[in-house]
């Protein structure tokens, strides 16, 4: 317990402070895989419970629609995804930081979503819609916080000036898009080929 209670001081300081957080993480050690992936969990569940339970005033998704593994997937792939590529791109553009430190980083950038998203589920239900600038502008603040850590995070990591980080994260959406393409062929030429040897199977049993 008092080690996770550790992990947590060191969670809350690194958000508040990701130069600093951020470095300690990398050069100290600093900080729990653990922790980083129940944060991603704990991510995909609140896009759960945001996109289920916002007040019927602000919801506008199709709610007999929803799939709880669905919403869980649309929120913690692209995630991953990020994580990968960035790894990819920036193993060969001399980027000092490792997929832990990608990880990690990534997976703690994630708190200032999940703690606006969570309380503007919970506000979207009390407030009025002429009130609804506010949630608006706490779902803003949430994410340019997250852009920030991520950003800041990148940068002390892998030991990048701001140019090569945005060049680099501009290279990432490439390789993310290059990712997607492979993903998508891959499962195109599968699904062709069991349906092919499905085809055959089928035309044997009916002649024998």
Request: proline fraction near 2%.
């Amino acid at each position: 317990m008092a080690k996770w209670m550790e992990e947590l001081k060191n969670l809350r300081y690194t958000i508040f402070h990701p130069f600093v957080g951020f470095y300690e993480m990398k050069f100290r050690k600093k900080g729990s895989m653990a922790l980083a992936t129940a944060l991603l969990v704990l991510y995909g569940l609140v896009s759960i419970f945001n996109t289920q339970y916002t007040g019927f005033i602000f919801n506008t998704f199709p709610l007999h629609e929803m799939r709880s593994v669905q919403l869980f997937l649309l929120a913690v792939v692209p995630i991953v995804l990020f994580i990968v590529s960035n790894w990819s791109t920036t193993s060969l553009m001399n980027g000092s930081g490792n997929i832990r430190d990608i990880w990690m980083m990534t997976c703690y950038s994630l708190v200032p979503l999940i703690l606006f998203d969570f309380t503007t589920t919970l506000l979207s239900n009390v407030v009025i819609l002429e009130e609804g600038p506010i949630v608006t502008a706490l779902n803003y603040i949430g994410v340019v916080w997250f852009c920030y850590l991520i950003f800041t995070g990148l940068c002390t990591i892998h030991e990048y000036t701001v140019s090569r980080n945005i060049l680099t994260l501009l290279v990432t959406l490439v390789a993310a898009i290059i990712i997607i393409f492979l993903v998508v062929l891959y499962f195109t030429l599968m699904q062709t080929v069991i349906g092919f040897i499905s085809t055959i199977s089928a035309e044997i049993s009916k002649r024998w």
